[in-house]
């Protein structure tokens, strides 16, 4: 009798977006004040009834309490126009409109938080005009007589929804958006935002959900990057077609503000509870990206989760060290100790490109494989660039030392596919995309294919070394069946920092430092749940810890193996293995399900490797 094992190891959908995005400015640093607007880069363009969704502008104020300033800020100007036109038109204004159905356009507004100090929005400070958008009126100064909305707190936010009414009036599928914000005694901020509407977005039923395993929100903070609010981020997150987001904020940055460390991670896990009690269609799970020291004391990042057992059990596990100014204090080994510990499981995080290396200011580095059968450090990458990943001379990062494992335990998987980067530009980070066609803008342009930091080319680079470890581990379990931990799972998340539109993350503090086209729904990875997502992300961790996970830059493809002759239910999915009798063979068949949507394009070509 003849037996064939068979491994599911991932399913990988691949896309090339056309050459368009939209924009905005992120990641400022904490000496100045930051004001920011974002738009969802796409969104579902008409509801059921055939009318134009709202499209919500989600403005957010960090660090207006810097240096004992504030921020005053007297009204919002939005302007509207079909991409296709060079021309804004005046400013959408409201003021025949009932102050109570204007005041209804204002969602997912800051609530107080003395412990963040987040300020409350006031749902009084404002009223109609003939002239802007908004105007603020709370304070007011004797002379010159000057009306504001006085920003004193570190977080301040709300979205302001333009209604169909007004979108009516536009037909295209790509809308453009200017922003102003007047500002007392500073300069005033203004920015240009596009958004690409699209009929549908694919999706696969029967238990898929798509999420995004990577994302930071209002707990990352330092003198680089911000991320934003939740409400802000959950409402951005669902207009681009996702349904769960892992918040995985820098551990690092648990220590700049705030309480204490493990009082901030209790923080961050009320926000979350309170988003998806609101809202049990969408699910935030409460993780964390850890800085760690690998096997050559450098720093390198972990994606780490709860158990489902209890997504809101897990402490902070972390030393809040891995920045600028310390190493971190926790190892590889020692934080994979911790998750076994309280139930947790990790996934390294961009973990072997030339891409992914961190920066020198942090000590940066990537994760080490250390195995004689993959090229050593300098060598070629098969796909191209060279390796970065393999010093010999030092321990693994991954493999395991103890006898029975392949791989560390509690190590599960890797990020390999992070960061959505095809485009970019180094000058105005207002209006990367210059929607007005200004002849001294120098607008997004595409990366070459051979740039460190496309997106393709760290995915290519890690799945070389992914590949290797695959085959090295079906080796070990076809020779040793009692074999520990030797599935290496595989995911894709955004790394977006708010980032609904477009980022200019200087994710290298200065290295790289170019304003490039990522955001949130760029990259996602979709599991299956086929009892649903669960209360608070409990299927989806379930299946983040299974494998059943597909990686996606758009379109889908999912393939299973049916056994019993229904090809709705999967029995053997991604992350799965199985022996098969021979003469069974037949019994089994293979299926796939690709769906893609007009904002993508047709699906031409698909490989089975």
């Known amino acids: 009798m003849k037996i064939i094992r068979l491994v599911f190891l991932g399913v990988i959908c691949w896309a090339v977006l056309p050459l368009h995005v939209a924009g905005q400015n992120k990641q400022g640093n904490t000496t100045s004040s930051e004001v920011y607007a974002d738009i969802p880069w796409t969104m579902i363009k008409l509801d059921a009834s055939g ?142 935002l596009r958004v690409f509407r699209t009929n549908e977005f694919p999706a696969i039923p029967n238990g898929w959900y798509r999420g995004d395993t990577h994302h930071h929100c209002i707990m990352t903070q330092n003198t680089a990057e911000n991320g934003f609010d939740l409400p802000g981020t959950h409402d951005a997150a669902k207009l681009t077609g996702l349904s769960w987001i892992t918040i995985t904020d820098h551990s690092c940055d648990y220590d700049n503000y705030g309480v204490s460390m493990q009082g901030n991670w209790d923080i961050l896990g009320d926000m979350v509870a309170e988003v998806n009690n609101s809202d049990t269609t969408f699910n935030f799970i409460r993780g964390m990206e850890v800085s760690v020291a690998n096997s050559k004391g450098n720093t390198v990042h972990a994606l780490i989760y709860p158990p489902s057992s209890n997504p809101f059990g897990m402490p902070y596990v972390a030393d809040g060290r891995g920045d600028e100014t310390q ?165 894709a998340g955004s790394d977006a920092h708010g980032s609904y539109n477009f980022n200019n993350t200087d994710q290298f503090m200065g290295v790289y430092g170019i304003i490039n086209d990522n955001a949130v729904g760029k990259l996602s990875t979709l599991v299956y749940c086929p009892n649903g997502m669960g209360v608070n992300g409990t299927g989806v961790l379930d299946a983040l810890r299974s494998g059943h996970n597909v990686l996606s830059s758009g379109p889908i493809l999912t393939m299973h193996i049916d056994s019993d002759g229904n090809p709705a239910t999967a029995e053997v999915l991604p992350g799965d293995d199985i022996e098969i009798v021979y003469e069974d063979l037949l019994n089994y068949n293979v299926w796939f399900n690709a769906q893609t949507a007009d904002l993508y394009g047709d699906i031409t070509d698909i490989q089975l490797i």
Request: aromatic share 12%; charged share 20%; with cysteine.
């Open 51 to 192: 009318k134009p969704n709202s499209i919500p502008v989600h403005f957010y104020v960090h660090d207006a309490d810097v240096l004992g300033g504030t921020e005053q800020l007297m009204s919002i100007t939005i302007q509207i126009k079909n991409a296709t036109d060079l021309n804004y038109g005046p400013a959408i204004r409201f003021d025949t409109m009932p102050i109570n159905s204007f005041r209804s356009l204002f969602s997912a507004k800051s609530v107080a938080n003395t412990d963040l100090d987040v300020q409350a929005f006031d749902p009084t400070a404002f009223i109609t005009s003939n002239s802007v958008t908004i105007d603020f009126i709370s304070d007011t100064t004797s002379w010159p007589f000057t009306t504001y909305e006085e920003i004193t707190g570190h977080i301040w936010f709300f979205t302001f929804n333009i209604p169909s009414s007004v979108l009516e009036n536009y037909d295209s599928d790509i809308i453009d958006f200017r922003v102003y914000c007047e500002l007392d005694w500073a300069t005033d901020y203004e920015t240009e």
């Open 327 to 491: 190493g971190p204090g926790v190892s590889v080994p020692m934080l994979l100790d911790s998750m076994g510990k309280y139930g947790g499981f990790c996934y390294a995080a961009h973990p072997y490109a030339e891409g992914d290396v961190l920066s020198i200011i942090v000590s940066g580095d990537v994760w080490n494989l250390s195995d004689p059968g993959f090229p050593a450090n300098g060598q070629p990458h098969p796909s191209g660039g060279s390796v970065v990943c393999n010093d010999t001379t030092q321990d693994s990062d991954l493999l395991s030392s103890e006898p029975g494992y392949f791989m560390k335990n509690y190590l599960l998987g890797g990020e390999i596919l992070n960061e959505y980067i095809s485009m970019g530009t180094t000058d105005d980070p207002d209006n990367p995309w210059n929607t007005t066609g200004d002849g001294s803008v120098t607008p997004f342009a595409p990366l070459a294919l051979t740039d460190d930091y496309h997106h393709t080319r760290r995915f290519k680079q890690n799945l070389d070394l992914v590949e290797f470890v695959w085959k090295k581990a079906m080796h070990a379990r076809n020779t040793d069946d009692n074999i520990q931990n030797w599935k290496y799972h595989i995911s």
